[in-house]
Structures are given as C-alpha cells and as structure tokens.
C-alpha cells in the first residue's frame, strides 16, 4: 500500500510538472490605429479553446495559455480582429488593431473627436456594442440616459418624439452633430430625432463632451456636444440581416451589407430596415423606412473620397398635450392615455402627429498633401419636407384637452366615452349639414420643409513634434419653408380661412396653403483655428478661437402682396465668436487631472429678431447670449478601476428675452430684457469597476445646481417717443431651473458568461426635476419654486448571445426596459400655484421589452 501511494504521487507531481513546463504567459499591449490609443476590454483569447480575458483600461492583458505553442486571437468592436503565434512565455509588446471601417480616422478630425486622458474635456463614449445591446424599442438619446449630466425622456411618447437635456440645457443649448455635421435646426436651435429614426442601426459610435467640449467650430454647446459618428464602410466584405420584436406590434426588418476593400480602391456599404408598430400610448401608431450607403474610393496615397447618405422617411402619431395627473388617473388608458386621436369610418385618425423625411448626403475629401498636413472636407446637403398635423377651423382652434367645451376636438361631448378617442364620424356629419358654409373644423398640417448646404474643412498640420495646428471653414446656407395646409375637410367642401392677403375670398380646399406662408433665410460664415501642445504624452494643452456670422432674412407670401416692399426683408447680420483652452496632465500612468474654460457669444435666434411674426417689427438690436464656463477634472485609470471626477461651472447671461407690449389699440412692440441669467453648476462622478474577468460594474452620480441668478426688475419700456409704456418684473432669483432632472444616479452590472454571451442591468435614478416654465410668467413677488416631480428609478435588463448557424454567426438578443413596471412622471409644466393638481405631466412608459436575431453572412 505505501508503494502504490508513493507510486501515485510521483505520478500527479510528473502531471503538474509536466502541465506547468506545457503552459505559457502572454503578454502585451492592444492599441487602435486610429488614433494609437489603448483598447481597453479588447478580447484576448487562445485559439481553439474557451480560455480568455479582456485588456484592462491601458490597453494591457497578461494570458496564462493552456499550451506552450499555439496562436491568440484579439478582437475589439469595430476593428478587424488579428491572430498572433506563440511558442512560449513571451512579451508581444503593442499590437496594432486596423480599423474595421475605411475612412473613420479621417471622419474623426472633422468631427473632432476626444480621446481619453488626452483631450481636457469631461466626456462619455457609447460604442456600437452598447448601442445593439440596449436600444430596443427605445429612443435614441435613450442609450445615453446612464451618463454624468443625462436627462433624456420620450417627451409625449410617439415614435421618435425623444429630448435630451445636458447639464439642464435642452437640446436648443445642445449641440447635435453627426460626423462632424451640425444638425440643430438653423432657425431655433431644435432637435427632432424622429428626423434621424435609423440613426441607432448606423451608429458607429457617440460620443457626449459635457460642457465646452473639443468641437473647433461654432456651435450652441452650452451643456455639451453630442457627436454621433455613423459607420462609413466595412474593410471586409460581409453582412446581416436581422429582425426584432417588442411590445404593442414592434416589429422591424433589416439588411447590411459590405463589399469589403477592393483591389480598384472602392468599398460600399448599404442597409435598409423598415420598422412599424401601434406605439405604447395610445393613438401613437408609426412606420418608418431608413436607409444608409456609404461608398469610398483610396484614389491614391494621397486621396480618399467617402459618398455617405442616410435618412429616414417616418409618420408617428403623437401625443401633443400633456394633462393633469387626474385626467390619466380617470382614464381607462392609465399612463397611456392620449386625447390627441381618434376613429374615422373605423379607421384610427391622428388630431396630431408627425411625418418627416430628411435624408442627409455628404462628399467626403480626404487630402494628405505631405506626412504633416492633411485637409478633410465635408461638402453636405439635406432636403427636409414633411411637418406635424393638427386642428383647424372656428370651432377646432383651443390651447388643451382640459378648454372650453365648446370646440369640437377637445369637448367631451365629441368623445367615445369621456375620456376616450375623438368621434370623428360626429365632426364629419356636422360639416356635411353645414353645406354651404363649409367646414366649421378640419385637419391640417403645418410644414417646414428646408432646404439645406453647408460646406466644413479642417487643416491639420504638425507644426512639430509637439505642436499641432488645426484651422478651417464653416459655411451653412438654409431655407426653411413655413406654411400650413389644408389636409381634411372632414365632410366639407372648403373651409374658411383669411389669413392670406392675396386670397380675399378665404376659401380653402385639401392641399391649399393656410393660416400662413413664409421663408426663413438663414446664412452661416465661420472660421476657427486651434493649436495643440503634447509634450512625452504627459502634458497636453489647448487653444481655440472661433468666430462666425448669421444672418436672417424673411420673405412672407401671406400678410403682403407680390408688390409690397415689405413681403422680403433685408438681410440682419448677428456677429458671434468664441475662446477656450485647457490642459491635462499626467501625474503618473494612473492619474491624470485637466482643467478648461471657455467664453463664447451665441447669436440670437430666428425668432428673436422677427418676434410678432411679421416683416413690420424687427429686433434688429437682437443681443447675444454670453457663456461662460470653466470646468476641472480628475481621471483614475489603474488595473480594476477606471473612475472620472468633474466640477463644473457653466454661467449662461442675456438669455434671450423679448416681452411683447401693446403701443395703441392696433399697434404692438416688443423689448429685449436683458439680465435673464442662470447659473449651471455641478458635480459628476463614473466609474467602471473590472470586478473579475467576467463582471464589470459601471456607475454614476450627477449632482447639480442650476438656478436662475438675480430678478430682473424695474424695466421699463418705452415707445418711439420715450413714453413709459409698460414696466417688466421678473422674479427668479434662485428659482430652480426645470425640464431635467438636477440629481441622476446610475448602477450596472456586466456580465460576460462567454467570448458570445453578455448580461447587462441598469438602474437609473432621477430626483430633484422641477417643473417647466417661462421665466417670463413669474411677474409675482414671493411665487413658490416650480412643482418637483417625485423621485424614481426604474431597472432596465437586456442579455446577448452569440452562437454559430451553419456556417454563419447568429446573435439574439432580449431586452426589457422598466423591468418592474414603475409608475413615474417623467415631464411636466408648471400650474397655477406650481403644485401636483395644476400640473401638466407625461407620463413615462412602464415595462416594454423586444426580442432581436442577426444572422450575419
């Protein structure tokens, strides 16, 4: 018996032996050649086996193989994966991962693009992956709901009807751009994310820059810049299809594919996917149409070309009215409810909604005209038509559900049910019985369509080996087109509308222009230079001027005659311009701290300067809004932890402010009212946390402080003859300022059950949301705070997994968002008396979920 012991320990020491002396320890260093920074989660995995890990947040992996030759595979989204041999313990030192796309670091200097730990600006990025992962049936600004200063919400409801507040700004004070390529409406500032409803399938990767951000050219960044950069083209040929399905009729269809690089130079990419569904809220039923191409040519070493276009044609019904929280407590819909739709001949019949066709197309030139200097051109067009319904008519025009009874698409009587959709067959009935008098109440559509150039060049030269200089151009040229028409007469012949000067008969029919008819010209001219200085990549600084002018111009085909000097405008020109720098610095490989400031001047709106809607009375004294911000940040990057800390203060003075005032009995005018000030200030912290090789733990606290600064009192107006006429008070001092939530927190978890297979769960909480509204309402002394909402979070769940089908790799994915069906306010106006019973409120969704396949070939 103790010689078979004796035998067998031999024998498991000669198996450990021989198992230690089989294994090897990989190392090494995964960086993108992009912009020849670490890939931090890159996959690192031995070949033929289910043994792996990921980089850390250097890009840095150390392997323990299970043989002592073989070969490793590392793979990133987004960049073609490489095979490297091994033969035994060895060190690969820095591994260069391609781009998977052709043309996307040179999209990436247009659309100035910050790096980690380099560029000194807080800044959050969503990559693809994440996008796929846990879009779903949600809006897109959605995906961003986790990040520091994120108050993103479905607004009403409908299909693509998503806002994004940042740092308490909205989307106004947000700049939007898509490869570079501004997208804010010209004339006010919006953002309507129904007109980009495939962005998610295309997206590349988006990047949020809080505060001043790392764009060189003027734009409203006063919380941010959010910068989406879509796919330009695959370097391999390939593709997918896939499908997916959620609740309330979800359903949505999609193909890709890629040609790959070819020998001539040329790749190309296309997709397509059509979506449809009945929309969570009632009355909010969708369909939409997107699509992408992207084609690129390498003309030679020193030429690229990239054709990109993209769009998407979508219709949504919409829920437009908020309502007191009574009126959905007493609605058999609930959460759900919606006043803004209704039964024709049995077929549902939108009061309001939404139809919007805005594709984008850009030339891309890419020119390195030596190995320092490089120009990237961006010459882009975009044909918007399409606009949103509504009501029209003597007995259709009121402000809310909760009017007078009087009129007929807001009073219960016209009702199925007291709160239940609108009888059109009623309204239908009514105009046939009026016969010759026509229409009392129809539809109608108010359009603005646009017509849209622009032209953004950027030269890039390294000065030397430290300095580098960025300059270029921004030229913008937009017509947006603005008019109502006639879309249903609801029974009737014609309708009665005299708003046009030229028709003094009044009588409209389907398709006649109505109410009004006028063009809004708006020119963009603007310059920027920026230098930077990298020293050891240790110490890296900023500085960046820039300077543009806009100016308006108005041509009304309503309130004038072909022959009046008034019906077009002359040309008002708004000067604007900007200054900011920063730094980071390294203190060591772990930490790093930067610091920003900045100043810029913010023209005025479109509407600012034409306030009473008329060729008459112009604010041709318009004043710009002045920003100031300064911001300081601490970054932590070690083996586990990676975490950021930014302090921040943003002072926004001269908000636009005009006051209207009655001169005579015929006659009005307005005033600027200078002195509307706010204050933007705040904490941020995030993290990730690499608590194994498998779970990664992300989180977030966004603290915030944004108030309104000082009353405004005592001012007054005075006419052409300076006459005392009106005297403006505003109090606001210290008033919260509402529309976002001022505290957010966030928690996930992530889960890698295998190299395929991929858990995610969100919380999210969202506290201290103030009510909306108009600091020009509050005239009274001693008024309370703006109503705030109460608290709540809300889980979101969604898993991945990878698996092979024939010869092809196939993904589903689940998703399930409000995971425990939570009732919450998620938008609201202030009432009289600011309290939970004058409110006018959105509700938020409560659970949805969908279900995803990708087959790719």
Request: with cysteine; proline share 3%; hydrophobic share 35%.
């Amino acid at each position: 018996m103790k010689k078979f012991s004796k035998c067998l320990l031999v024998f498991v020491v000669f198996c450990c032996t021989t198992l230690a002396f089989s294994q090897s320890t990989i190392t090494g260093k995964v960086v993108g050649s992009d912009f020849n920074e670490p890939l931090p989660g890159a996959n690192v995995v031995e070949k033929g086996t289910s043994n792996g890990i990921n980089t850390d947040f250097d890009g840095n992996f150390t392997l323990k193989t299970q043989a002592s030759s073989g070969e490793i595979v590392i793979t990133f989204v987004g960049y073609t994966s490489k095979t490297i041999p091994f033969s035994a313990t060895q060190d690969l030192g820095t591994i260069v991962l391609e781009s998977s796309e052709v043309g996307l670091q040179e999209v990436q200097i247009i659309a100035s693009v910050a790096v980690d730990r380099k560029t000194p600006v807080a800044v959050s990025t969503v990559r693809a992956a994440d996008i796929q992962l846990k879009l779903g049936t949600q809006e897109f600004p959605e995906v961003l709901k986790s990040t520091p200063g994120v108050y993103a919400t479905k607004s009403g409801g409908g299909f693509g009807d998503g806002r994004i507040n940042l740092r308490g700004f909205n989307s106004e004070n947000v700049a939007v751009m898509i490869n570079g390529v501004p997208v804010n409406d010209m004339e006010n500032g919006r953002v309507f994310w129904s007109n980009w409803a495939g962005l998610g399938d295309v997206t590349s990767s988006m990047q949020v820059q809080r505060g001043l951000g790392a764009a060189r050219v003027a734009v409203p960044s006063v919380g941010g810049t959010i910068n989406i950069l879509t796919k330009t083209t695959d370097a391999e040929e390939g593709g997918n299809i896939m499908t997916t399905l959620g609740n309330d009729g979800y359903t949505k269809f999609g193909v890709t594919y890629s040609t790959g690089l070819m020998d001539n130079g040329f790749a190309a990419t296309v997709s397509a996917a059509k979506t449809d569904g009945d929309g969570y809220v009632r009355g909010t039923q969708f369909n939409a149409v997107s699509y992408f191409v992207n084609v690129s040519k390498e003309i030679n070493d020193q030429h690229k070309l990239s054709f990109t276009a993209f769009g998407a044609k979508q219709r949504h019904g919409q829920r437009q009215n908020r309502h007191l929280i009574d009126t959905y407590r007493r609605s058999e819909d609930g959460i759900k409810y919606n006043s803004d739709w209704g039964y024709k001949n049995g077929q549902v019949t939108f009061i309001e909604d939404n139809f919007y066709h805005k594709p984008q197309i850009s030339l891309n030139h890419y020119w390195d005209l030596n190995d320092k200097t490089s120009i990237s051109t961006a010459a882009y067009v975009s044909f918007g038509s399409g606009g949103g319904g509504g009501t029209l008519g003597s007995d259709a025009e009121t402000p809310g559900f909760e009017g007078d009874a009087r009129f007929k698409f807001t009073s219960p009587d016209y009702r199925i049910g007291e709160f239940g959709p609108l009888d059109f067959d009623r309204i239908v009935e009514e105009n046939i019985a009026h016969g010759a008098n026509g229409s009392s109440a129809a539809l109608r559509a108010s359009r603005n369509d646009h017509n849209w150039y622009g032209v953004l060049s950027t030269l890039k030269s390294d000065l030397s080996d430290d300095l580098v200089l960025l300059a270029g151009l921004d030229y913008r040229n937009y017509k947006g087109i603005h008019f109502r028409e006639v879309t249903d007469l609801l029974g009737g012949q014609f309708i009665i509308n005299e708003d046009n000067v030229n028709n003094p008969t009044g009588i409209s029919r389907v398709g006649d222009k109505v109410s009004y008819y006028n063009d809004g010209l708006v020119g963009w001219l603007g310059a920027f230079a920026q230098l930077e200085y990298d020293v050891n990549e240790k110490f890296n600084t900023f500085i960046s001027l820039n300077a543009s002018n806009t100016s308006y111009k108005r041509v009304d085909y309503f309130q004038y005659t072909p022959d009046d000097p008034l019906r077009e405008t002359d040309r008002y020109n708004f000067f604007g311009f900007g200054a900011k720098g920063g730094a980071n610095y390294r203190l060591t490989d772990k930490h790093n701290v930067f610091v920003n400031l900045g100043y810029f001047e913010k023209a005025a709106d479109f509407d600012a300067v034409f306030p009473n809607f008329n060729n008459e009375e112009i604010n041709e004294n318009a004043e710009n809004q002045k920003i100031l911000s300064f911001e300081l940040g601490y970054g932590f990057r070690g083996d586990k932890l990676s975490a950021n800390v930014n302090l921040y203060r943003t002072a926004w003075r001269d908000r636009t402010e005009t006051i209207p005032f009655q001169l005579s009995e015929d006659e009005t005018g307005f005033a600027n009212i200078l002195g509307v000030n706010a204050i933007h200030q705040g904490i941020e912290v995030d993290f990730v946390y690499k608590a194994t090789d498998r779970l990664d733990i992300t989180g977030m606290v966004s603290l915030g402080d944004w108030r309104w600064e000082e009353d405004v009192t005592g001012v007054e107006i005075l006419n052409e003859e300076q006459e005392v006429v009106d005297t403006v008070d505003l109090f606001i001092e210290d008033t919260p300022v509402g529309d976002a939530a001022q505290t957010t927190m966030a928690l996930g978890l992530n889960y890698k059950f295998g190299a395929k297979t991929r858990l995610s769960v969100d919380y999210n909480y969202f506290d201290r949301l103030y009510a909306d509204f108009d600091p020009s309402d509050r005239g009274t002394e001693g008024a309370p705070d703006p109503w705030e909402v109460p608290a709540y979070g809300v889980f979101d769940a969604a898993i991945t997994h990878g698996f092979s089908f024939g010869e092809f790799d196939a993904s589903l994915t689940a998703r399930m968002n409000n995971v425990f069906n939570t009732h919450y306010i998620a938008d609201a106006l202030d009432g009289t008396g600011s309290n939970a019973e004058t409110a006018l409120v959105y509700y938020g969704f409560g659970r949805t979920f969908s279900v995803g396949a990708k087959l790719k070939f």
